[in-house]
């Protein structure tokens, strides 16, 4: 690990990922000026299938230690998980730091530390305006993204100009009306952006995304040829997809339940603030749609990416007091967020197992995506004009990708920075450098601990989930030079009944009488016998490599 | 499980497929008529994150059990693994089947059966020949897929008439101008063809698939731009892709490396038998390599799917003797087979990270499936006109997909047949019907067991890899009423260190004296009370569910 130089005020304004990069999700950056820090984001990523059993995982906060006071303000681009879910564990080393957000997005925050009972200093803010929080002065603009209410937010600080996007797209027609504010943003641009860093997300898809609005007729033509229920997955978040399932039902008469507690309370959270227009009367209580006819009945749910507690996936395992059969038609209407590609694959052959007619994004145009593909980042540059690029939020691939579209644009190599989490970067005179590199790990939620679960856990899971283990006790008496009890060997995961064991408990009671008679008396070794013996056994006669979990104690 | 009505000869064939329905692989079906048995494939599934730990998993023979001298044949359409992969395991219960297939299926499954130390009896055969094999007479029909010298087989029995496809598409230029035989197909459809087995795989897929040889312009597009080398990620079985990537070398100069066990092991038995052309002193042994210049090298390896032991995620992972940056240009020339999404995404991360050009079927069209899409069934269907359909090879999605596709056809509802593995179809006089069901279960291979495994190991495999274990052993004195040894408690993938069990261990060692002192004295009953103890308190402290695996022994 490189140290970093040390920081020179007011030289260089310092930008430090501690999440963001390499991976989509858990973003967070913090800008430093004057020993001054501001921190954009603090969300949380989901583990994939190389992190076993850990509920989510969250930025590495231990460069923020010793320096909780230095925090000016948390500035929130928008309501999702990857960008506000870790708050509540950055709130529990300091839970009065500032935290600026839309009116969406500190809306959705609120419910969530209440799930936590947290409470914190969330200060409203609006595209077109300022906040200063320390030596920072932060301009927000509207952006358009897969939850409304989305800001990009400009930093300015040493008379330089820093621009970080958020999540955004370009699109055009947004339900809302409320465009990404491209104007206000080459203004930016006249002025001269020092830094902007991308959201990267769709860098490899080429051409430009369709608009939300386009669903709106394929929604209608499923619903004009559904003809019993229709139940729509999304994410709870995505308020627009509701909204325009609300109106497509209300077109075709029918009534709509919201089902799922993420689902139901983010609804509530929109139709309060006015975000969602829910007509008089379409809304019933998941109860009582039994009492409706099929071909009156909407549902709306979570489940679209396969989660197996999720009612839909329930539905399609026939896990559900909902049952479905030929006749209903189940809507996918959201991405498939790579790495749950199996999960919803048993989800779409589950339901379609039972009859059901499926429609998701690989047969029809129901989800259009949240991220600004190539052409659209291409008109961004044009636009914004940059002198500095970061490609941000995105895997590898993501962020090379963003980094060639900045320099067909024309963007010198030597302005792209593809930093990782922990790089430490300078923007000193308009001039960025990569300076030395600050530690990040993975820190691990998995029950109710934070950061206790490491690699070498999951290290032992995978192996464990793979091949299973033995474990063998053996109680002996050093002074007698005998086994007193044991050798007791179990199994987990390894094979069908303990009963193969027969094979080598003599062997291995020997092998331990045979040590012990030699005055072999540390339990280390002793152990390191059993998991020999055992081990040469597994290998020879199984060909696998179970975990050996020996334990020898003296009687 | 419904039981089947006794079979009457000679009024019914008798179809059970074995394998290859609700799930792509493991393909094996099973043709009875008059007490005498001709079996189509015999192929292997690949495991699943469901199936942790598994190598392979092969169809549940036991419904031969008993009738081995029954078996008149077993019948090979092509040389893939989840074809003719089974066939060792296969072997085991009769070792002197009669195997027909094709010149290229026998020699790769010859060569397959010598690392199994097994002699078979194999027979060769050709397209446009019959074989007669007890009552059943089997003709052979050219058919274009991603191996050459692929087979649909035609059996005649009872004056009733049956087309198994095997794996098909349509390409009506393939690279060894071997087409799909509609004109003899066509012929079998005047005569009438009572049932008719359809390969699904691609049944979602709208409209037709390119030509394997449009693939070739865009080869010569790539090795054009490549400035370093280039690596190409194929199937060790795709002998025309690979021909076509000798080809593009050859046009561009570059000499050619296969690298990996199975690849250079096929591409022998195709250039031996004339399936691969190869220029001479086009190919270079691997280990000649850095001896040419970076742009006259080609690498031809395995790898696409992400295996993780495979030579392109050791190279992705820098845990390779090859090392790639800027200038190298890797093709994944391949599908991304659903299931390996993840492990190709690390691989295509991994390799952008050190600076190489990724091309893959995301971004180039360097793959063309093997299996007929939506566009070329129904050319199929329309040129077959059969009497009764029961599409094979699929999941349930992609079975009712096909499903209905032989509907828009005019194939009437009464005449599809959506089976399962084990369901029981008798064809009579021209009429199909599920009459039962047999058992047919997973049987699973690992290491070298075969069948040890079942569900209760991995649904144990699947807690431990998500949640560790607690593991505590006691020994006790039962008449004394106290414990002797322990409570030793420990743990893999739980937690950090055992250090967090001195918070239970004493409550522990009460409950279990308590219960002594009481009279309970049963190792059963003395487990449970561990059992419990432990798990209130990681419930309560961790809010986590290990497996808790407790030992009490007498000394």
Known sequence: MTEAAPLQPPEAIRIVALGGLGAIGRNMTTFEYEGRLLLVDCGVLFPEDEQPGV?????????????WDDIDALV???????????????????SDIPIYGSRLTLALLEAKLREHRIKADLREVEAGHSAQAGPFEVEFFAVTHSIPDALAVAIRADGQLLVHTGDFKLDQLPLDGRVTDLPGLARLGDEGIDLLLVDSTNAEVPGYLASERDIASVLDRVFAGARGRVIVASFASHIHRVQQVLDAAASHGRRVAFVGRSMVRNMNVARDLGYLDVPGGMLVKSDALPDLPDDEAVLVCTG??????AVLSRIANRDHAIE???????????????????SVNRVINGLTRQGATVVHQGNAKVHVSGHASAGELLTFYNILRPKNVMPVHGEWRHLWANAALAKQTGVEDENIVIAENGSIIDLAHGAVKVVGKVPVGFIYVDGSSVGDITETELKDRR?????????????????RKKIVAGPEIHERGFARDDEIFSEIRPELAAAVEEALSQGVDQQQQLQQIVRRTVGRWVSRSHRRRPMIVPVVVEV
């Open 55 to 67: 509920d989510l995982i969250l930025p590495d906060f231990a460069y923020l230690e010793d320096r």
């Open 76 to 94: 929130l681009t928008h309501g999702h998980e990857d960008h506000i879910g870790a708050v509540p564990y950055l709130l529990r080393s300091r």
């Open 304 to 309: 679209s990416q396969g989660e197996p507690m």
């Open 324 to 342: 479905i059969g030929p006749g209903d038609t189940i809507v996918l209407a959201s991405s498939l967020i790579p790495g749950n590609e199996n």
């Open 463 to 479: 192996i464990l989930g793979d091949e299973g283990f033995i474990s063998v006790f053996v109680a002996v008496d050093v002074s």
